[in-house]
């Protein structure tokens, strides 16, 4: 639903007009943000400067909504969009959502802003308390690059350079930080605009040759070779030519669901399915393998000992990333230090088209056959309420001809319920466990899938403490009639927090049945589907058998499909799926999981 300003007459030309002006220049279609009276004279612009389009305003009621919002959107195109965050205080509500962004290598432009820096051009108390020497050390250590130009030029190159930084692999946030004494600053003329085309976007480096050749030469000698897919390209091609990869190789593949669909799991050459950690029967692929091929994956080192009881693989290591260059002593989501026999500082998906391409014209070779033991199925109920297996189950089935795209799954989601055919099929996590993304990021990623024409049925699966983090994301999609469903895994439980507790009493010898304490949301029970009816979309409340759940999908999906935000709160049992919880109770160490 686009607002239409009245049209404005004036011709006075305020510093914050050509800002504006760039970011449609840049292409931007939408600007996410939380008002605040620091970037007022922003806002005027985009809204009566250039009539709020291109960029048009995506009001949300909380700034890390805003920033999770972009960040849904951008999961989908792979185009950034900017955010706007008023002074230090929005700046401050929206770290977490940053630090997502950043652990997702999500590109992203930051506009913030703060009172007037002259002094004296302050208004009394609030533009005081909302001014700070230096707002980018509030996210120094999470974002790329982040700039307080001193006037309107400067202010131009530095949202030029931010956008350029920020989408440049590996991508990330960018912070620019307008002072709201230079966007309130009548102008004699526009000043002229960065010549775009004069600044263009960098590429990414081809392999080094002597690395790829080496490459070429240890998967071609190896008896078992391994890929692990981590963060890579959702371009159906780029898709497709992993697929081709591990044909030509005749290897066996890994991927897992922090990131989102990178290769289909119904393919042999991936015989166990994608989970949150590895498990014990899929790790024997690295404990076995010979040649591993590493495509950007998530904490490999960690992965890697997990699998091979603390220590590493005897495989020769071929590890190709760009991520290094985004590592700094802040923020330890560079993880362990991974082995690499081969070290390739390149794009993960041009090594696979430059592996091709070397392996051209040579037969594929054949692969070991491997079988995946098969889980009998859990119980459908356990103590009264649905199992996270049963419901998985439900959903998958049921929402299976409707070509749902699963926009985010929680923790605890069962590896058999992932059925990835397409890159779409799994958008992926937050990057950065924030809780409280998940609505956000649902509604920005269904907004995108709108806006693409596409017939996927969007379908967010939350736990209940992060959809109650994030609740009012919601009303940004009724708002801007965003059709989505979304479906709250409701234990009614911090339940991570509740493993946590049960690894703490078993190591120290204390009851496991104490470990629910301050953590269980009970007592009164939290009515989800109310609050969901209160942000405007259409709620379905307490669903507690696997036939309810059947019954409350059709009703949903019909409605999502007549345009609405649906909502059902499933009732499911403090656990998680059985890999996934046997999988977290062997983590030993605090803070794994």
């Not at 449609?24 to 709020?52: E, K, M, W």
């Not at 307080?148 to 930084?165: F, K, M, Y």
């Not at 037969?363 to 649905?386: C, K, N």
């Not at 509604?443 to 403490?465: C, E, I, K, N, T």
């Amino acid at each position: 639903m686009t607002e239409r300003p009245v049209p404005s007459n004036n011709p006075t030309v305020f510093g914050s007009d050509p800002m504006a002006l760039l970011l449609r220049q840049l292409g931007y279609r939408y600007i996410a943000l939380t008002p605040g009276a620091s970037f007022r004279g922003l806002h005027d612009s985009l809204v009566n400067y250039l009539g709020n389009e291109k960029p048009e305003l995506l009001l949300c009621i909380h700034e890390e909504s805003a920033v999770a919002l972009a960040h849904g959107w951008t999961r989908v195109t792979n185009l950034p969009m900017p955010v706007a965050l008023h002074s230090n205080v929005g700046l401050m509500h929206a770290t977490m959502a940053i630090f997502n962004a950043w652990c997702d290598r999500i590109p992203m432009v930051i506009l913030g802003a703060q009172g007037p820096l002259d002094a004296m051009a302050r208004r009394p108390w609030v533009d005081w308390i909302h001014t700070s020497t230096d707002l980018g050390a509030l996210v120094r250590g999470y974002t790329k690059w982040d700039n307080q130009p001193g006037s309107v030029p400067a202010a131009l190159e530095a949202i030029t350079r931010a956008h350029q930084i920020a989408t440049t692999q590996p991508a990330g946030p960018t912070y620019v930080c307008l002072d709201a004494g230079l966007q309130e600053l009548p102008l004699d003329e526009l000043p002229p605009q960065p010549p775009l085309a004069r600044h263009a976007l960098p590429t990414s480096a081809d392999p080094d040759p002597a690395a790829l050749a080496a490459a070429v030469r240890a998967l071609e000698a190896a008896e078992r070779p391994l890929i692990m897919i981590g963060r890579v390209s959702s371009s159906r091609a780029d898709w497709d030519r992993r697929i081709r990869l591990a044909e030509a190789l005749g290897a066996h593949v890994l991927t897992d669901i922090k990131t989102g669909a990178s290769f289909p799991t119904a393919h042999p050459a991936q015989p166990f399915a994608p989970t949150l950690y590895v498990t014990p029967e899929a790790g024997g692929l690295i404990r076995d393998a010979d040649a591993i091929l590493v495509l950007d994956w998530i904490d490999p080192a960690g992965t890697m000992r997990q699998a091979c009881l603390g220590k590493f693989p005897k495989a020769k290591v071929i590890l190709c990333s760009l991520d290094q260059y985004s590592h700094n002593g802040w923020s330890m989501d560079y993880q362990a230090l991974p082995p690499a026999d081969i070290n390739l500082l390149a794009s993960p998906d041009r090594m696979v088209e430059r592996l091709l391409q070397a392996l051209d014209g040579r037969a594929d070779r054949p692969r070991r056959t491997l079988t995946a033991s098969v889980q009998t199925p859990g119980p459908e109920m356990i103590d009264g309420r649905m199992s996270v297996e049963a419901m998985a189950r439900t959903i998958v089935e049921t929402l299976a001809p409707e070509k749902p795209s699963y926009i985010r799954l929680p923790l605890g989601w069962p590896g058999a319920s992932c059925r990835f055919d397409d890159p779409l099929d799994y958008i992926g996590f937050d990057g950065g466990g924030g809780i409280g993304s998940g609505p956000g990021m649902a509604a920005g990623a269904a907004m995108a899938l709108r806006d693409m024409g596409s017939d996927r049925l969007p379908v967010a699966v939350l736990g209940d403490g992060d959809f109650l983090m994030g609740v009012t994301a919601l009303w940004t999609a009724v708002h801007y009639k965003v059709p989505m469903l979304v479906l709250v895994a409701n234990n009614r439980s911090f339940f991570n927090d509740e493993l946590h507790q049960e690894r703490m009493a078993r190591l120290r010898g204390r009851p496991i049945e104490n470990r629910s304490i301050g953590l269980r949301m009970e007592d009164p029970p939290i009515d989800l589907a109310m609050l969901a009816r209160g942000q405007g979309a259409y709620g379905i409340g307490d669903v507690m058998t696997v036939a309810d759940l059947g019954r409350a999908l059709t009703e949903a999906v019909a409605r999502v499909r007549a345009g609405e935000v649906v909502v059902i709160d499933v009732s499911v049992a403090p656990e998680y799926a059985r890999a996934t919880s046997n999988a977290m109770l062997r983590q030993a160490a605090p803070g794994t999981g």
